[in-house]
């Protein structure tokens, strides 16, 4: 990818892919880990991976459904 890296993860940050998003736990990038895609409503795309699927159902959870398309 060409796209600058820096760290954090998160909607407005391009982030680090190794990073859970909900707890910040390093994420072992060479075997399967679960991941939530979007698109918000200017389009951009977001990924946002998980350490396991118990941080993506709590994450999932917690984020507000009315800015989703």
Known sequence: MND??????????PGDESVCT?????IEIE?????LAETDTAGSFHL???CN???RDL???TQPTD???
């Open 4 to 13: 600058q890296r820096i760290a954090g993860n998160g909607p407005e940050t």
């Open 48 to 50: 946002y991976p998980f």
């Open 59 to 61: 994450w999932n959870r």
């Open 31 to 35: 075997s399967w880990h679960p991941v």
């Open 53 to 55: 699927l118990h941080c």
């Open 22 to 26: 909900n707890c910040g736990d390093t």
């Open 67 to 69: 800015t989703r398309e």
